[in-house]
């Protein structure tokens, strides 16, 4: 009898042991960038790290994502630094309610699409007065960077424009159906919305310029955006390089993660990433040498610190 108790209670120890960790990981919209990458490191972490069930899971984007982050359930998030750093200073949408997040990694440039079609005759941010234009879902970090544009654009959000807040597959949709005229978006190249907008029989995209903006939203909210390029190449129809704002991508979790699990993470990133560029090209652009304290307004986990010093890159 008492051999019997031993092996029932050596058998439930495996059992709990064997008990699977639930992991979300928040993402954005079925349209954007952040969602097929969310769902190819969820392969990869269930595959690859004992007790871990990792599932991506469809949000409203980075602002969603780093309040879900703050319910403290175990959460790895996708977001823009701009969003993070709003939540780790308690200020614009989370105001009264400070998010205590730590970078894993630094993604890849999230360039902001100002998108319209020839038959608008939009061709020029302050040509955006009057029109009807989307400026991103509610709870997206897109849409904190849609009116930090505007802004700088001198233009009044809520005045000079009949604003909606779409998600980007609800805005390609509405761009087709006329009614809206443009749409803002913030996201990796390329973007499977706009990219059906632009493949689109009998429409010819246009992507209006919106880097002489970056000085002034910097100059106001810190040195956060830089001007980049969409390459002509990225969508039919283009004819000529976008001249645009961009903000760094930054993966994120909880402070109060363990650090062997955020090492975890981050290892099987780098040791799969093969296999998570497959999932999306702007894997691509994950590199060590990227990983740079001045690349986001977080401070790095001390998990993700763990692993780049075994890799021999300093952070600072």
Do not use: C
Not at 59 to 81: E, H, Q, R
Not at 93 to 115: C, E, G, I, Q, S
Not at 169 to 180: G, H, L, P, T
Not at 216 to 229: E, H, P, R
């Amino acid at each position: 009898m008492k051999l019997f108790r031993i092996l029932s209670l050596v058998l439930l120890a495996l059992v709990g042991g064997a008990h699977a960790e639930n992991m979300s990981i928040a993402t954005g919209g079925t349209g954007g960038v952040y969602y097929p990458m969310g769902g190819g490191l969820a392969a990869v972490l269930s595959k690859t790290i004992p007790g871990m069930a990792a599932t991506a899971e469809v949000t409203g984007g980075s602002v969603d994502n780093l309040k879900l982050i703050g319910t403290g359930k175990p959460y790895i998030a996708f977001t823009m630094s701009d969003a993070a750093k709003d939540a780790q200073d308690g200020q614009g949408k989370f105001a009264n309610a400070k998010v205590d997040v730590r970078t894993l990694l630094v993604l890849y440039p999230n360039r902001m699409h100002v998108v319209t079609v020839d038959s608008t005759g939009i061709k020029s941010m302050k040509d955006l007065k009057g029109k009807r234009v989307s400026t991103g879902s509610p709870g997206s970090a897109t849409e904190v960077m849609a009116f930090r544009l505007m802004e700088a654009a001198g233009l009044d959000k809520d005045k000079d424009v009949k604003r909606e807040r779409l998600g980007v597959a609800e805005s390609v949709n509405a761009i087709k159906d006329r009614k809206i005229d443009a749409f803002f978006w913030v996201g990796g190249l390329p973007t499977a919305a706009v990219t059906d907008l632009a493949n689109t029989p009998g429409t010819k995209i246009v992507m209006i310029d919106n880097a002489d903006e970056v000085a002034a939203m910097n100059k106001k909210y810190g040195n956060l955006y830089f001007t980049d390029v969409i390459p002509k190449a990225t969508y039919t129809g283009m004819t000529a390089d976008n001249r645009n704002s961009s903000v760094s991508n930054i993966l994120v979790v909880s402070a109060k993660m363990s650090d062997n699990e955020a090492y975890a993470i981050v290892k099987a990133v780098f040791d799969n990433m093969p296999e998570l560029v497959r999932t999306h090209q702007e894997y691509s652009g994950v590199k060590l040498e990227n990983q740079k304290t001045a690349s986001t307004p977080l401070p790095f986990h001390p998990g993700a610190l763990k692993y780049f010093a075994e890799k021999g890159v300093k952070v600072d």
